[in-house]
């Protein structure tokens, strides 16, 4: 167990509709990773919080947000959804906010848009 | 453009044998490199580390070479056990550039008895 909390496991929904995928990180981590990864794919890096402030962004859409609450706790919102966001999200955490901490994962939410 | 590259997407070793998983990757400012081993319906696992100040790192059955001038590195399990079997990821970061992990596409390592 990582100790990262990822709810839904698993979420069906339609097209153009907007979805919120939660996560809770270790106890003690300060930052919060984004990861989709895609059939065959490996994890694309969505964007990373420290301590409630974007910190890092990558490849994610302008449809997809995210942000870090006081308590810690990251939400992804998913908005107008299409089939091609069918992926797992990992939500993934660390003590601080450097990138050679290695990064704890939760087990992810399945998203399938049809 | 794939920053970290796994060009074997599956590996067959048989048990008590040696694993060797490979990973490239192309930019000079990565310098932390780490190993993630995911079994299915879970999240990725962290294995082991190394830094680009080192060419070596050993935990245990887990060993991870670097070789800088080639940007490459390898993860080799001595001896190979059946519940090794999964799918290994390498990732990359540049602690000078945003704090972002960058993933290569991983390799399904089946380890049969």
């Known amino acids: 167990d990582s100790g990262v909390t990822q709810t839904p496991k698993h979420l069906i929904t339609a097209t153009g509709q907007r979805v919120t995928l939660r996560c809770s990180p270790r106890s003690g981590d300060l930052s919060v990773y984004w990861y989709q990864q895609s059939l065959d794919q490996g994890l694309q890096f969505l964007i990373q919080?420290?301590?409630?402030?974007?910190?890092a962004k990558g490849n994610i859409l302008e449809r997809f947000s995210a942000q870090q609450f006081p308590d810690l706790h990251s939400e992804l919102n998913l908005s107008s959804l299409e089939l091609g966001d069918s992926a797992l999200y990992f939500c993934a955490s660390s003590v601080n906010a450097g990138g050679n901490s290695p990064l704890h994962f939760g087990n992810g939410t399945r998203l399938t848009v049809t | 453009d794939q920053q970290v590259k796994q060009n074997s997407p599956s590996l067959s070793v048989q048990e008590g044998r040696i694993s060797i998983l490979n990973c490239d990757y192309t930019n000079s400012m990565f310098d932390y490199f780490l190993w993630y081993k995911k079994y299915p319906a879970e999240g990725p696992t962290f294995l082991i580390s190394?830094?680009?100040?080192?060419d070596k790192n050993e935990d245990g059955r887990f060993t991870v070479f670097l070789n800088k001038s080639a940007k490459h590195l390898s993860l080799h399990i001595v001896p190979s056990q059946p519940g090794d079997s999964a799918v290994y990821f390498c990732a990359a970061s540049a602690t000078r550039e945003a704090d972002k992990l960058i993933f290569g596409t991983g390799t399904r390592l089946q380890v049969f008895p």
């Open positions: 919080y420290y301590n409630g402030e974007e910190r």
């Open positions: 190394i830094s680009s100040i080192k």
